[in-house]
T-cell receptor, first 114, second 112 residues
């Protein structure tokens, strides 16, 4: 089975702190994604990576950056956390589109910024 | 710009009844996914629909895709309480990557 793990289930940070969210997948997937989920808005793509050190902005990248130094690990960084970044953050991974492309999700990190 | 609309947003139904969730999208796509999310949990893949006319069934759930109408449906047959969850459709944006646009979700509550 595909397994996607995230470093924390719950996280509380203060405004202005630098926040790291980590995601690890064990299925050798090329693609990895970070989403945020907010009530009434569904899931929105923050950043996407299709290979080590390769990344693309998603729909809402402002205030976030990412790092992918190894194929299995994709990190989301909030450079200076703000209260409007309080949300549920979901990581996903998938094979390339031609090999299937179904995204598999981690358990999520509920981040609260005070 | 690709937009995905689901309706209804909330569905309360009795056990044993049938109902359909609709997913409309605004531009051409050849791939659509359905996911389930239980409260406090992550998303679980239910179906991937790859072509016009595709139909997939698993237990009491059946999903179909009409790419010409830009419409997918998720049909629930004889609902049971265990089906209570939020259901999302997600449409492939096309191109070389498999980035998705998600609908806002349908919260399904099956009452005994």
């Amino acid at each position: 089975d595909v397994k996607v793990t995230q470093s924390s289930r719950y996280l509380v940070k203060r405004t202005g702190e630098k926040v790291f969210l980590e995601c690890v997948q064990d299925m050798d997937h090329e693609n990895m994604f970070w989403y945020r989920q907010d009530p009434g808005l569904g899931l929105r793509l923050i950043y996407f990576s299709y290979d080590v050190k390769m990344k693309e902005k998603g729909d809402i990248p402002e205030g976030y950056s990412v790092s992918r130094e190894k194929k299995e690990r994709f990190s989301l960084i909030l450079e200076s956390a703000s209260t409007n970044q309080t949300s549920m953050y979901l990581c996903a991974s998938s094979l390339r589109r031609l090999k299937g492309g179904t995204q598999y999700f981690g358990p999520g990190t509920r981040l609260t910024v005070l | 710009e690709l937009k995905v609309e689901q309706n209804p947003l909330f569905l309360s139904m009795q056990e044993g009844k049938n109902y359909t969730i609709y997913c409309n999208y605004s531009t051409t796509s050849d791939r659509l996914y359905w996911y389930r999310q239980d409260p406090g949990k992550s998303l679980e893949s239910l179906f991937v629909l790859l072509s016009n006319g595709a139909v997939k069934q698993e237990g009491r759930l059946m999903a179909s895709l009409d790419t010409k109408a830009r419409l997918s449906t998720l049909h629930i047959t004889a609902a049971v309480h265990d089906l209570s969850a939020t259901y999302f459709c997600a449409v492939d944006r096309g191109g070389a990557t498999n980035k998705l646009i998600f609908g806002t979700g349908t919260l399904l509550a099956v009452q005994p």
